[in-house]
């Protein structure tokens, strides 16, 4: 089953600002992850956060959890062309399987 | 290097002719899994192992077969591919640790006519 939303479907932005992507699921979750795709390539994890956790930062990504709300944003700072790529979340149930969302087209304009 | 590697990377093929896609893995992870993947529909999972000899459907398993022979492949057959089997699959392995971060393989573009 597809767990994960993401919102907006795609976003488009001028090299150096912020990209914000929204993720929303349905059930609980031990972890959910986030990974990156470049077109028509395989997907790259990026980072994961913990049901028990509520923000974590890598480099220029920061991800956020509301277990709450049942949704998880992500956070490019300083973005740059190469961050142009499709972003899934993927949420784990803790049934070893991973369920994707539809994903977020991000463009970063030079 | 620590890679998933499928192949072909891209079959056109026609309807009812069997078919095999290979996944292989050099990282000795216990996990692997396959996907589809289809416009506005993300990534679907198929099939997936915890380990060798154990196998269990995913979301979308009719019309696909796996086996785990061994710990490193993870092959995805099509007994009889039918046209709506047209799409991007992806195979994943991933270590059997408290979060399984997944190593995706980079796509086999199948096309069934």
């Known amino acids: 089953s597809q767990q994960g939303e993401e919102d907006p479907q795609a976003l488009s932005i001028q090299e150096g600002e912020n990209a914000t992507m929204n993720c929303s699921y349905k059930?609980?979750?031990?972890?959910l992850q986030w990974y990156r795709q470049n077109s028509g390539r395989g997907l790259v994890h990026l980072i994961l956060?913990?049901?028990?956790?509520r923000e974590k930062h890598s480099g220029r990504l920061r991800v956020t959890l509301d277990t709450s709300k049942k949704s998880s944003s992500l956070l490019i700072t300083a973005s740059r062309a190469a961050d142009t790529a499709s972003y899934f979340c993927?949420?784990?149930?803790?049934?070893?399987?991973?369920?994707f969302g539809a994903g977020t087209t991000v463009t970063v304009r030079a | 290097e620590a890679q998933v590697t499928q192949n072909p990377r891209y079959l056109i093929t026609v309807t009812g002719k069997k078919l095999t896609v290979t996944c292989s893995q050099n990282?000795?992870?216990?996990?692997m899994s396959w996907y589809r993947q289809d416009p506005g529909l993300g990534l679907r999972q198929i099939y997936y192992?915890?380990?060798?000899?154990?196998?269990d459907k995913g979301d979308v398993p009719e019309g696909y077969k796996v086996s785990r022979k061994e710990k490193r492949n993870f092959p995805l057959i099509l007994e009889s591919p039918s046209p709506n089997q047209t799409s991007l699959y992806f195979c994943?392995?991933?270590?059997?640790?408290?979060?399984?971060?997944?190593?995706f393989g980079p796509g086999t573009r199948l096309t069934v006519t």
């Open positions: 059930t609980s979750i031990n972890n």
């Open positions: 956060i913990r049901s028990n956790e």
């Open positions: 192992s915890m380990n060798v000899e154990v196998t």
């Open positions: 993927a949420t784990d149930e803790g049934d070893y399987k991973l369920s």
């Open positions: 994943a392995s991933s270590a059997r640790t408290e979060t399984y971060e997944q190593y």
């Open positions: 990282m000795n992870h216990e996990y």
